[in-house]
């Protein structure tokens, strides 16, 4: 999880809500990486769950990842959360829980919904407080740089 939080104060450096995550093998192999990108490809999909299993599966030859374990610093929203459910991920752990979009604990656990046809491990709060913190400075710097903006902005017109 270190490594990851590093990894998305990087992201986060140049623009993307800093959130990393990584697909691991049965033998704990990095077989997927993902960052968020969807700043920079105007990507919708560009969570970082969606690019480290969308690798996965391509190094794997299959869609099914029923023994991989995906980390991730931020809890997933609902649409990564469907993901994982249907690549069959076989464990989820991540860092900071997300209590505006949580899927897997925080808003709601579409794990345990009946919808669910595969079940998965969770396991949450993993360096909670690090991965949460660099989440919380990165849009505290955003908010301060958007109202930064917009005084400047008024001051020209």
């Known amino acids: 999880m270190s490594r990851l939080i590093n990894r998305a104060k990087r992201i986060g450096l140049i623009g993307e809500i800093p959130v990393s995550a990584v697909v691991l093998d049965e033998s ?10 969807r700043e920079r490809k105007k990507n919708p999909l560009g969570h970082a769950e969606i690019m480290a299993l969308r690798q996965a ?3 794997k030859n299959d869609w099914r990842l029923n023994e991989c374990t995906l980390i ?13 459910i249907q690549s069959r991920i076989g464990q989820v752990i991540f860092g900071a829980k997300d209590p505006k979009r949580g899927a897997l ?14 079940k998965l491990i969770v396991k949450g709060g993993v360096l909670e407080k690090a991965a949460g913190d660099q ?23």
């Open 105 to 118: 604990g925080s808003v709601l656990d579409l794990s345990k919904d009946k919808s669910a046809h595969h």
């Open 135 to 157: 989440l919380k400075e990165w849009f505290k710097h955003r908010r301060e740089a958007f109202i930064e903006s917009e005084v400047t902005q008024f001051q020209k017109d």
């Open 57 to 59: 599966a391509l190094i």
């Open 72 to 84: 991730v610093t931020l809890e997933p929203c609902p649409m990564c959360t469907g993901a994982l």
């Open 28 to 37: 704990g192999h990095c077989i997927g990486y993902g960052s968020n990108d």
